[in-house]
T-cell receptor
């Protein structure tokens, strides 16, 4: 069964600084999709970024980018120029036939 | 505006009662999903449906039931057989069309917080 591991239960970053959230996954599939979702205090799950496993180029969305290492089964999220509104729980997720979530990382942003 | 709505936002249940959580979408999506979220954990799949009048069990289906009579609606019933129903419940949807369902991004509703009294 596929599993997703987020080894950092909690991270802190100073406003305007850069932070990287880690994610590893386990799968025997070659074709799959990876996601980072953000869950703010409202608890709405918001898509941050998506990566197709067949693409070597790392996905980027404004201040958010990923470092996708397929051989290492690693999918980290980098948030640049952190803002107070980035404070949330971040979930890494893997999707092949179904969506599997990690346990999440709480990100705190200090002003 | 297109989107997914869930109601109610907060729901309280007495032990032994069945309760139904509503999920509606106007995105014309074929597939719909129910997830449960417990504190400090990620989401776990309860049930999913890829087409009207058809649905499949997810990883934690025991004590739950669903129906899919309309494309827009996928209600979840939490039965008295669910021993620990207090949790946050999220509904999601994706298009499937003729494509591979796993390639589509899931979009989520705002969730329902269920508490057993």
């Amino acid at each position: 069964a596929q599993t997703v591991t987020q080894s950092q239960p909690e991270m802190s970053v100073q406003e305007a600084e850069t932070v990287t959230l880690s994610c590893t996954y386990d799968t025997s599939e070659s074709d799959y999709y990876l996601f980072w979702y953000k869950q703010p205090p409202s608890r709405q799950m918001i898509l941050v970024i998506r990566q197709e496993a067949y693409k070597q180029q790392n996905a980027t969305e404004n201040r958010f980018s990923v470092n996708f290492q397929k051989a290492a089964k690693s999918f980290s999220l980098k948030i640049s120029d952190s803002q107070l509104g980035d404070a949330a729980m971040y979930f890494c997720a893997y999707q092949s036939d179904k969506l599997v979530f990690g346990a999440g990382t709480i990100l705190r942003v200090k002003s | 505006d297109g989107g997914i709505t869930q109601s109610p936002k907060y729901l309280f249940r007495k032990e032994g009662q069945n309760v139904t959580l509503s999920c509606e979408q106007n995105l014309n999506h074929d597939a719909m999903y129910w997830y449960r979220q417990d504190p400090g954990q990620g989401l776990r799949l309860i049930y999913y449906s890829q087409i009207v009048n058809d649905f499949q069990k997810g990883d934690i289906a025991e004590g739950y039931s669903v129906s899919r009579e309309k494309k827009e609606s996928f209600p979840l019933t939490v039965t008295s057989a669910q021993k620990n129903p207090t949790a946050f419940y999220l509904c999601a949807s994706t298009p499937t069309d003729s494509g591979y369902a796993g390639s589509y991004t899931q979009y989520f509703g705002p969730g329902t917080r269920l508490t057993v009294l």
